[in-house]
């Protein structure tokens, strides 16, 4: 089994396996493997996911988070970034 990431971001990824397998360059790929493609949330045949955050929580779980290493692209620290953000996650999963 190949699963095809659409990339990103808001690109379908549904209909990736046809493209795969009608390309003449990547027909062995076709032939040997089960091909998957998926919308990711929010894009193609999926739908939007509300957790029922109001504008404040939706900015607050926005904010850039670490980059590898620990740095962040703004005076924020990590663990001031992490703690607003940490509930999203939670509430989501709760619906």
């Not at 009608?22 to 919308?39: I, M, Q, S, T």
């Amino acid at each position: 089994m190949l699963l095809i990431n659409p990339g990103g971001p808001g690109i379908a990824g549904l209909g990736a396996p046809a493209l795969v397998s009608g390309n003449p360059a990547l027909k062995d790929v076709a032939e040997h493997y089960d091909l998957v493609g998926f919308d990711p949330r929010g894009t193609g045949a999926s739908s939007p996911i509300d957790c029922g955050l109001d504008d404040r929580q939706v900015r607050q779980a926005q904010l850039p988070w670490p980059q590898p290493g620990g740095s962040t692209p703004t005076p924020r620290s990590p663990g001031r970034q992490h703690k607003p953000a940490s509930g999203v996650p939670v509430r989501c999963f709760r619906i």
